[in-house]
């Protein structure tokens, strides 16, 4: 596969610094101060992997990149560059797109899926509360309620409240404290509209893979909190369910904006997963770019783990922007040619010191360079054109109508139905004499019994799971 040109050196004309599209498994990092050129160099290099037919999902969370789907054209600073680079207005071109968020594909996963630790952390639990959020998943299981929806697990938090005692010699104590914060941390996301994570039917992963196209998900409308989990969520499942790439060839790159929002308030035994998810992720043929406007926005152990970099200016007047400069000077391989320290605070919009990896891994000694301009367009799409492409996405069929399956709420609502039902019976006749039955059995009728234990995969699923290895 050609190497991606990323950019030109303007003294020689020639093209000085190209990343090999087999060492974008060894994940990248844009970064730089605001309007510095980060979205155009992101949107550059995933118009390039899209040539070579390597499927890219990219957050958009300025709703700026929807323009990937229209050829570029009418922007004077491109056209400029066009020019610099030797080439004409037969560049432009659109690229085949598909449109996930509001609006558009609904990208959802399942709270079964999501799993305890994430959706602990999503909620932001203490330790007391995350036990019991491990206890509820218990619980599910071992009923056979299936978690599929946002109301599935609401209903799983009203049932464990409700019978709190009846559960308890099985289950052990369920604090009403915590069962009454996790259930208020959870409806305060709902109404800020968390509930379109959840949903059937989920992300299928080979979607992503099995065709062509950038995925852009729009995130603009996004609590940062939900945003996180989305893609930890994603990280997880595509290291879990993808099988090895044998020659490390690339399967998906992964281009994550405004990375910063992925880590903050990141409790450190989640990030330390991240970090080793990263890691293994390579052998999976996926590749990661974060992109941030500060490189120290990114846990040290992750930085270290970005291979090819491209760094844009930065400013240098307060003593933590002066030591961001540092930082991001010394993480390059020194070109005697450049003092990176002071190349950064000087470089133009659209500019960069980039180091790539080479094909044996190893960092190439930092350039200064010209980005190279993209080819489609860096307006937004308008309504009409954000329609015109759901309509021609072969994805559309599959995922915008909601499936809503029986599960946890339809099965305790019946559940209950039925309980109440018998009670009534129960009070109209007089007792028979049969062998007591336990609290458990009897305050939760047949229903234990007959939902039984039908599914065959286990229910206590997340990250921590995905990463302690077989859960299949
Ligand atoms: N490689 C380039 N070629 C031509 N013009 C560019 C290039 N990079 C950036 N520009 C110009 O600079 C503008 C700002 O770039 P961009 O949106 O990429 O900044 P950013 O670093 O992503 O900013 P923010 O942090 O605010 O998101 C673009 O709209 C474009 O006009
Ligand atoms: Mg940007």
New binding site residues.
């Given amino acids: 596969m050609d190497p991606i040109p990323v950019g030109l050196d303007p003294d020689s004309g020639q093209i000085s610094a190209q990343l090999l599209p087999q060492m974008v498994s060894r994940h990248g990092l844009i970064c730089?101060?605001?309007?510095?050129?980060?979205?155009?160099?992101?949107?550059?290099l995933v118009e390039q992997l899209n040539q070579r037919g390597i499927a890219t999902l990219v957050t958009d969370l300025?709703g700026?990149l929807t323009g990937l789907a229209a050829a570029g054209g009418g922007?004077a600073?491109?056209s400029?560059?066009l020019s610099l680079f030797g080439l004409d207005n037969t560049y432009y071109h659109a690229c085949p797109a598909s449109l996930w968020g509001p609006g558009a594909l609904p990208m959802r996963t399942t709270p079964t899926e999501l799993g305890p630790e994430l959706l602990g952390q999503m909620l932001n639990l203490n330790d007391n509360q995350q036990g019991l959020m491990q206890l509820l998943f218990r619980i599910a299981d071992q009923l056979g309620l299936l978690l599929l929806d946002w109301k599935d697990l609401l209903a799983l938090i009203n049932f464990a409240e409700r019978y709190r005692k009846e559960l308890l010699p099985e289950f052990g104590t369920i604090s009403p404290a915590s069962l009454g914060a996790i259930k208020r941390k959870y409806l305060a996301l709902e109404t800020r509209g968390a509930e379109d994570l959840f949903g059937e039917p989920a992300l299928e992963l080979t979607d992503l893979i099995g065709d062509n196209r950038i995925h852009l998900l729009d995130a603009s409308s996004m609590q940062p909190v939900i945003y996180g989990i989305l893609l930890l969520w994603l990280l997880a499942e595509l290291y879990e369910n993808l099988p090895e790439s044998g020659d490390n060839a690339l399967r998906l790159v992964l281009f994550f904006?405004e990375a910063h929002l992925l880590f903050d308030d990141l409790p450190a035994p989640l990030r330390e997963q991240v970090e080793q998810i990263i890691k293994l992720i390579r052998s999976r043929g996926v590749g990661v770019f974060f992109?941030t406007?500060n490189p120290m926005d990114i846990p040290e152990g992750i930085l270290a783990q970005l291979g090819n970099r491209v760094q844009?200016a930065l400013r240098a007047y307060t003593p933590n922007e002066q030591r961001a400069v540092k930082a991001a000077a010394k993480s390059f391989r020194v070109n005697p040619d450049i003092d990176t320290e002071t190349a950064i605070g000087q470089l133009a919009?659209?500019e960069a010191l980039v180091s790539c990896l080479d094909k044996d891994g190893v960092p190439v000694p930092v350039e200064r360079v010209?980005?190279?301009?993209?080819a489609s367009r860096?307006s937004p799409l308008d309504d009409a054109e954000r329609q015109q492409l759901m309509q021609g996405n072969p994805l559309a069929g599959k995922y915008t109508q909601t499936m809503d399956r029986e599960s946890a709420f339809e099965q305790l609502r019946e559940r209950r139905a039925r309980m109440e039902e018998q009670a009534q019976v129960k009070a109209e006749r007089p007792k028979p004499a049969r062998k007591p039955a336990s609290a458990l059995e009897k305050s939760l009728g047949r229903a234990a019994s007959s939902f039984g234990r039908q599914i065959g995969k286990e229910l206590v699923r997340g990250l921590l799971g995905a990463l302690s290895g077989g859960r299949r």
């Avoid at 010209?370 to 993209?374: A, D, G, K, L, V």
Wanted: net charge positive.
């Fill in positions: 730089g101060a605001t309007g510095t050129g980060k979205t155009v160099t992101l949107r550059y300025k700026d922007n600073k491109v400029e560059r904006d992109i406007q844009h919009v659209g010209f980005i190279h301009p993209p860096l």
